[in-house]
């Protein structure tokens, strides 16, 4: 093996916490995927509607919101979801607070509207000369995810919230675990969270990329995306942690690409050249043949731009791999997105199946590729799971299985 072989190691993945509209945990949503298809997008419920908000969202079911809002009534909702997807994969790899007391932990997570300053009816009350509860500043200053995570399972390995729009979460990922491989931590909490709110809502609005209806990812008829949230965070283990733990890896963290194209702020450069040089870069990093690629889990998004890019990039490079969008099933998350991808992804390794790309019926003759339509069995060790963010902006984790450490 050479040197630069042992710099770069496979990072096991131990545990995942994943809640989202497609279910509140990892398990709900292959139900969802692979069962019964449904998708859970309705009108706005938790902001005032007016007539112009006529475009779905994909909600967190509302039992499960009871839930983490009672248990975190302190923090925001986008730090709520991440604090409970951290509990989730804790339980999933069989870790609690006290055994990682003794271990450097570090945590990573991607947000956007997360990353919020102040409320809005705050901004409000003081634009109009009153003067505004302050609690609700408060409650934001301690809503930086990855604090809030470090503060409340007491860890003190690095920490970082990662803001880089809709990649996010997979950036996050990649962080963690090149801390883990340059020896910054033995174990890393890493993913994205985001909620819904009125101001991304009215945003994405007035950019005229909302689909009025369910969104149709590379479908001839797309015509924008479909709003979510949620959150997933992965819990990765240093080589040596999971050999003394004993911990079975559901999957690894083998590499990881950023790359940017300095295009426009909310376009991706029309020949995809910054993605396919993420593509690349994560495959250096993982030294993994493109052939042993099983499947794509595409950024997806349903818009005209976003879709074109994806489709004749993955024709080119990957021309008889499989690939999908889940966003049919989850919507945008935004700055979770990336995470909840990653997530269902190592899913899908282990079940050596993936499910029907929601949305997609009618193929596009503009496209030179098309996602799959019904599910599939899957041939291969690993999958690629990109994002392509505003600001020109891609990332891609190369997700294996059956390594050997």
């Known amino acids: 093996m050479d040197d630069d072989m042992i710099n770069r190691p496979p990072i096991p993945v131990t545990g995942i916490g994943c809640i989202c509209a497609a279910g509140d945990d990892l398990n709900a949503c292959l139900t969802t995927l692979y069962e019964n298809h449904e998708c859970r997008h309705s009108c706005p419920t938790r902001f005032p509607k007016t007539d112009e908000m006529s475009c779905p969202v994909f909600e967190v079911n509302a039992t499960a919101l009871s839930h983490i809002n009672r248990e975190n009534r302190s923090v925001t909702l986008t730090t709520s979801l991440a604090l409970e997807a951290t509990s989730q994969a804790?339980?999933?790899?069989?870790?609690?607070?006290?055994?990682?007391?003794?271990?450097?932990?570090?945590?990573?997570?991607?947000?956007?509207?997360?990353?919020?300053?102040?409320?809005?009816?705050?901004?409000?009350?003081?634009?109009?000369?009153?003067?505004?509860?302050?609690?609700?500043?408060?409650?934001?200053?301690?809503?930086?995810?990855?604090?809030?995570?470090?503060?409340?399972?007491?860890?003190?390995?690095?920490?970082?919230?990662?803001?880089?729009?809709?990649?996010?979460?997979?950036?996050a990922i990649g962080i963690a675990a090149s801390w883990i491989r340059y020896g910054l931590c033995d174990i890393a909490l890493a993913g994205g969270a985001d909620e819904l709110s009125r101001i991304s809502y009215m945003g994405f609005m007035s950019l005229k990329i909302m689909d009025p209806g369910p969104c149709r990812p590379f479908d001839k008829d797309r015509n924008g995306l479909n709003l979510g949230e949620g959150a997933a965070i992965l819990l990765l283990e240093s080589p040596d942690v999971n050999r003394s733990s004993g911990n079975r890896p559901r999957s690894f963290v083998m590499g990881y690409g950023s790359a940017n194209d300095a295009w426009r702020m909310t376009a991706s450069r029309p020949d995809g050249k910054g993605l396919v040089s993420a593509i690349n870069q994560a495959l250096r990093d993982s030294h993994a043949d493109l052939n042993q690629v099983a499947f794509v889990n595409c950024h997806g998004t349903g818009t005209r731009d976003n879709d074109r890019v994806e489709a004749h990039v993955l024709a080119d490079m990957l021309p008889r791999v499989p690939y999908l969008s889940t966003k049919g099933y989850t919507g945008h998350t935004l700055g979770a997105a990336g995470a909840i991808e990653a997530a269902l992804s190592v899913a899908c390794l282990e079940k050596g199946l993936i499910p029907s790309s929601a949305g997609f019926e009618t193929p596009d003759p503009d496209l030179p590729s098309h996602p799959v339509a019904t599910s599939r069995p899957i041939h291969g060790n690993i999958a690629l799971s990109q994002s392509l963010a505003f600001g020109g902006h891609n990332a891609v984790l190369i997700i294996g299985k059956e390594m050997s450490l």
């Open 90 to 171: 804790l339980e999933n790899a069989g870790w609690s607070a006290r055994s990682l007391a003794n271990r450097r932990v570090g945590v990573c997570v991607g947000t956007t509207v997360g990353a919020t300053i102040i409320s809005e009816s705050t901004y409000y009350q003081w634009r109009a000369g009153q003067h505004p509860d302050i609690r609700p500043m408060i409650r934001n200053f301690y809503s930086n995810p990855a604090s809030a995570i470090a503060r409340h399972f007491d860890l003190t390995g690095p920490c970082q919230t990662v803001v880089n729009a809709c990649a996010s979460g997979t950036d």
